[in-house]
T-cell receptor, first 120, second 114 residues
Framework: GAVVSQHPSWVICKSGTSVKIECRSL??????MFWYRQFPKQSLMLMAT?????????EQGVEKDKFLINHASLTLSTLTVTSAHPEDSSFYIC????????????????FGPGTRLTVL | AQSVTQLDSHVSVSEGTPVLLRCNYS??????LFWYVQHPNKGLQLLLK??????LVKGINGFEAEFKKSETSFHLTKPSAHMSDAAEYFC????????????FGQGTILTVHP
């Protein structure tokens, strides 16, 4: 199946610094990618939809100025956690759908392995 | 809006016995339903999906699920558990107009005893 990678797999940073997480589709083009957040022992929560060539769409309650998303190309989306604080510590996961017809996604989404962020 | 409820946070079975992971959904539109598995330190892997075709869906590794509209359920089953099935399982719903946005259930941790 299709492959989605994330880098780094884990990162530790000091409070107040910014951290960039990359999500790449390795063998297919993804005009849209999704960013999720997973707290320990909890489910995944959709944070935002990353759109190539346009602004990201954020879910309600997600601070767009804190979680900057840039869809730089058809294979790369980045999530930057700005001025990170300990409460931002979490597992961040991206996904990308591989097929789209008539404006609707069909079939499977492929997930990256996730990035564990720890803010000290 | 759509939502998913996984009825059990933990399920424990013995190797070789059947597995049942329960999922109920709520959706205003015809949903697409998925089961994903997450092994520790690995990405989510799709087990199977329902997208308005056959109501009994067969997936990988011997798993299957049945879409029951009258019960708004999409339970995951496997006739015989294997040690390698131990993982966390997520029931997921997607609605066509949401352009691929997925709503995840709370997850069910499956433990398999020898």
């Amino acid at each position: 199946g299709a492959v989605v990678s994330q880098h780094p797999s884990w990162v530790i940073c000091k409070s107040g610094t910014s951290v960039k997480i990359e999500c790449r589709s390795l063998d297919f083009q993804a005009t849209t990618m999704f960013w999720y957040r997973q707290f320990p022992k909890q489910s995944l929560m959709l944070m935002a939809t990353s759109n190539e060539g346009s602004k990201a769409t954020y879910e309600q309650g997600v601070e767009k100025d804190k979680f900057l998303i840039n869809h730089a190309s058809l294979t790369l989306s980045t999530l930057t956690v700005t001025s990170a604080h300990p409460e931002d510590s979490s597992f961040y996961i991206c996904s990308a759908p591989t097929s789209k017809r008539g404006g609707r996604f069909r079939g499977e989404q492929f997930f990256g392995p996730g990035t564990r962020l720890t803010v000290l | 809006a759509q939502s998913v409820t996984q009825l059990d946070s933990h399920v424990s079975v013995s190797e070789g016995t059947p597995v049942l992971l329960r999922c109920n959904y709520s959706s205003s539109y015809s949903p697409s339903l998925f089961w994903y598995v997450q092994h520790p330190n690995k990405g989510l892997q799709l087990l199977l999906k329902y997208t308005s075709a056959a109501t009994l869906v067969k997936g990988i590794n011997g798993f299957e699920a049945e879409f029951k509209k009258s019960e708004t359920s999409f339970h995951l089953t496997k006739p015989s558990a294997h040690m390698s099935d131990a993982a966390e399982y997520f029931c997921v719903v997607s609605v066509g107009t949401s352009y691929g946005k997925l709503t995840f259930g709370q997850g069910t941790i499956l433990t398999v005893h020898p």
